[in-house]
T-cell receptor, first 112, second 111 residues
């Protein structure tokens, strides 16, 4: 069965510092991979997705993620974090775009 | 272009009652998926509707049922509510199996 692990429950970074959020997946075939962001009490906003092709994908708000098949990872990165990036981040995997299987999320705190 | 909309925003029910949540998909989308997000957890897939049929279902009891209308909007019904059903219920729409876009959610509190 497919599953997603986000090893870090909470991460704190200083504004302007770089960010990397980890995501590991378990899936037999080539997965469809996603990163979503959720502000408190809100729905989920899609940051980026990987279906196939170039393993480095660019998303909105300056985020990028790299698919590494050998490590079963799809880590999210941003070179310089802004205070408005503070939110909950979810990695998800899907088979053929049907049900999304989410990780438990990583809560990002940005300090001045 | 309106995104995914959900109603109501908040809902308070008591144990044993029944509830209906509603979702209107993004313009041009024909598929609706429902997710339950308990506090501090990631969303859990409930089911997905396409062409007015349930196409896939997650690990939820039969108390959870749904419907999709000819205009692609959808309802989620939960019978015999339990305290553990308290959660944020998220609707997502897509064009067939393409990327899912989420609505703001309905916060259900069961007392």
């Amino acid at each position: 069965a497919q599953s997603v692990t986000q090893p870090d429950i909470h991460i704190t970074v200083s504004e302007g510092a770089s960010l990397e959020l980890r995501c590991n997946y378990s899936y037999g075939a080539t997965p469809y991979l996603f990163w979503y962001v959720q502000s408190p009490g809100q729905g989920l906003q899609l940051l980026l997705k990987y279906f196939s092709g170039d393993t480095l994908v660019q998303g909105i708000k300056g985020f990028e993620a790299e698919f590494k098949r050998s490590q079963s990872s799809f880590n999210l990165r941003k070179p310089s974090v802004h205070w408005s990036d503070a939110a909950e981040y979810f990695c998800a995997v899907a088979n053929s775009g049907y049900a999304l299987n989410f990780g438990k999320g990583t809560s990002l705190l940005v300090t001045p | 272009d309106a995104g995914v909309t959900q109603s109501p925003t908040h809902l308070i029910k008591t144990r044993g009652q029944q509830v209906t949540l509603r979702c209107s998909p993004k313009s041009g989308h024909d598929t609706v998926s429902w997710y339950q997000q308990a506090l501090g957890q990631g969303p859990q897939f409930i089911f997905q509707y396409y062409e007015e049929e349930e196409r896939q279902r997650g690990n939820f009891p039969d108390r959870f049922s749904g419907h999709q209308f000819p205009n692609y909007s959808s309802e989620l019904n939960v019978n015999a509510l339990l305290l553990g059903d308290s959660a944020l219920y998220l609707c997502a729409s897509s064009l067939y199996t393409d990327t899912q876009y989420f609505g703001p959610g309905t916060r259900l509190t069961v007392l």
